[in-house]
Each structure stands twice: as C-alpha cells, then as structure tokens.
C-alpha cells in the first residue's frame, strides 16, 4: 500500500463549481497535513496546513481531516480556471513529508 | 522578502558532464531538502540536511552528491548525468524536519 495515495485525475469541474480533491495515507501515526498547489512547470507552493481533526477553512480553500479513517481532502469553492493546477498531498509520517503523486484539477469556463 | 532562490532555472548537460545545481535561502531555516520530480510524479526525496547532519535517502543513487556548505547554501552534484537524470530539481527548506517547507522555483535540467 503506497504512503499516500491520490486520484491522479484529471478531476474537470465548471467554473463556480465546488471541487473536492481526496488524500488517504497509510500511516496511522502521521501528525501534520498538508496542501500544495503546483502548477506545470512550476514548483509547488503551499495552500493550507491542518493538524487537527475537523475543517480548517482559508478564503475559498477548506481542508478536511479525519485521522480515525486516515483521509486529508481540500475542498475549492466557487472554483476558477486560475485553480487548475496539480494538488498534491503531503503528510508527515516520521520525518521528513512525504508526497503523494497529487491530482490534476481543470477548471472548465 | 525572504524566500529559497535556485540557479540556474534551466541547466543543459551532456551525458556524463558533472553538473552542480544551486539553493540558496534567506529564511535561515534549519534544513534544506533536494527533490527529484519527472513529469507527473510526485516529487522523491532525495536527501536533506538538518543543519549540518546530511541524510541520505535509501534509494538515491551515489550519482547524486550534496553539499552544505553554511545555513544558506545547499549544492546538488550530479557526477555523472544519465538520459534518466533529465527531471526538475527542486530545492526546499523548513524551519524543522516534518514542518511546512518552502520551494524554490527549481532547476530544470536536460541532458543531451
């Protein structure tokens, strides 16, 4: 079972439509989440952290965590085609983060 | 503003030309990361420094080498670049291990 797994995609979504992108991880001990947004050809750069159970919501962005079921997910409202990009997942186990393959977003106006 | 700063952007090689790549960061954090990342894949670690302490992951090949000579500055050496070496290098710090870490913009290097 791979560490961190994401549906590599590509997840299409109208414009103002709200996209859900979904992360599990195979490690129940894994203490710190997070999202970052990666666009191609370019480096990634980090949405939102979360280290809690629960919603952690930031503008448009809401990260989703449940540790019982091992499952991170981000949640886009009101998307724009300024959102597509790769998402990529990233979680520490034991040190240091390890990434998933991340999921290819296409915000359709 | 502070920020983690890669030179060159774009890095053209010859196979089996040894090629340095640049990190350099004004965030004064403790460790600095070098990640490999092929289209699509997720970014692989390759190794860090904590500080000084340099930590080699398992399956990087000897190929890659890497240097730290003081807080800011972190070099990647590829001795001896292969077709499969072709790929973006990203550098990274945070302020601890398992911390948010920043990127730099990378490297993209292309072997001919």
């Known amino acids: 079972q791979k560490e961190v797994e994401q549906n590599s995609g590509p997840l299409s979504v109208p414009e103002g439509a709200i996209a859900s992108l979904n992360c599990t991880y195979s490690?129940?001990?894994?203490?710190?989440f997070f999202w970052y947004r990666q666009y191609s050809g370019k480096s990634p750069e980090l949405i939102m952290s979360?280290?809690?159970?629960g919603d952690k919501e930031d503008g448009r962005f809401t990260a989703q965590l449940n540790k019982a079921s091992q499952y991170v997910s981000l949640l886009i409202r009101d998307s724009q085609p300024s959102d597509s990009a790769t998402y990529l997942c990233a979680v520490k186990r034991n040190t240091p983060l390890v990434f998933g393959k991340g999921t290819r977003l296409s915000v359709i106006a | 503003d502070a920020m983690v700063i890669q030179n060159p952007r774009y890095q053209v090689t010859q196979f089996g030309k040894p090629v340095t790549l640049s990190c350099s960061q004004t965030l004064n954090h403790n460790v600095m990361y070098w990640y490999q990342q092929k289209s699509s894949q997720a970014p692989k670690l390759l190794f860090h420094y904590y500080d000084k302490d340099f930590n080699n992951e398992a399956d990087t090949p000897d190929n890659f080498q890497s240097r730290r000579p003081n807080t800011s500055f972190c070099f990647l050496d590829i001795r001896s670049p292969g077709l499969g070496d072709a790929a973006m290098y990203l550098c990274?710090?945070?302020?601890?291990?398992?911390?948010?870490?920043?990127f730099g913009p990378g490297t993209r290097l292309l072997v001919l």
């Open positions: 990274a710090t945070s302020r601890d291990t398992g911390e948010t870490q920043y």
């Open positions: 979360i280290y809690s159970n």
């Open positions: 490690d129940r001990g894994s203490q710190s």
